[in-house]
């Protein structure tokens, strides 16, 4: 348990939207968990992407990928991420286009 994230063993990730409970596609719910993810990543110091988040801690997928673009926006307006650069994503389902990689402000 990751200040308050429980980790899985598989990530959910991998799991259809339709197996999931349905507290797990609700949109407030997922943004909760989301931001802990990322002020959690965003402590580490390390350079990062959404989707590294998304697998460290196993985030299922929101019920539109705009939440991720707006995930990062508002880490970005509290100040608690900051962008570095682009580089090529690491989701499989993009084939490699260019994603923006992020590292904590503090």
């Known amino acids: 348990d990751r200040e308050g994230i429980r980790?899985?063993?598989r990530?959910?990730?991998?799991?259809?939207?339709?197996?999931?409970?349905f507290a797990v596609r609700d949109d407030a719910w997922w943004m909760d968990g989301a931001e802990r993810a990322v002020r959690a990543m965003a402590a580490t110091g390390r350079l990062f992407q959404m989707f590294d988040v998304a697998e460290e801690y196993a985030l299922p997928e929101p019920s539109t990928p705009k939440m991720w673009g707006a995930l990062a926006s508002k880490m970005?307006?509290?100040?608690?991420?900051?962008?570095?650069?682009?580089a090529a994503s690491k989701r499989p389902t993009v084939a490699?286009?260019?994603?923006?990689?992020?590292?904590?402000?503090?």
Not at 11 to 21: C, H, R, Y
């Open 11 to 21: 990530p959910l990730s991998t799991i259809a939207q339709d197996q999931l409970p």
């Open 7 to 9: 980790i899985v063993s």
């Open 96 to 106: 490699g286009s260019a994603c923006r990689v992020w590292r904590g402000a503090a």
């Open 76 to 86: 970005r307006a509290e100040g608690v991420i900051r962008p570095v650069g682009f």
